[in-house]
């Protein structure tokens, strides 16, 4: 059972901005514990934690991806959008939604399906 569902393009052009959202199908994203994450995982490599969105509607960012990254939520639709700007064919990647305990503990217990983001001309 899909407890969190991505969406957003396969294919982005550089150096457009990337756009996913994730809808919680778990529980609501203003719940009084859960961090609402983005990570990804490029070709080959493991997975890299972008950010993520607390319940409060604080954010965390990855201090290597800070400066292109947004990550924002509508409550009404229980959905949290990452936003990585200026990208280039390096943010090739498999990218996903998660649930968190905590920023970047890594204790996730729901995950979306992912979703493969090519960047490319």
């Known amino acids: 059972q899909v407890q969190l569902q991505e969406a957003g393009p396969g294919l982005v052009k550089p150096p457009h901005t990337l756009s996913l959202t994730c809808t919680a199908l778990?529980?609501?994203?203003?719940?009084?514990?859960?961090?609402w994450s983005w990570i990804l995982q490029p070709p080959g490599k493991g997975l890299e934690s972008i950010g993520a969105?607390?319940?409060?509607?604080?954010?965390y960012y990855s201090s290597s991806l800070k400066s292109r990254t947004s990550i924002t939520r509508d409550t009404s639709k229980n959905q949290f959008t990452l936003q990585l700007s200026a990208v280039t064919p390096e943010d090739t990647a498999v990218y996903y939604c998660a649930r968190d305990y905590n920023w970047n503990s890594e204790l996730y217990d729901y995950w979306g399906q992912g979703t493969q983001v090519t960047v490319s001309s």
């Open positions: 778990v529980g609501s994203i203003t719940t009084n514990v859960y961090y």
């Open positions: 969105i607390r319940w409060s509607g604080s954010t």
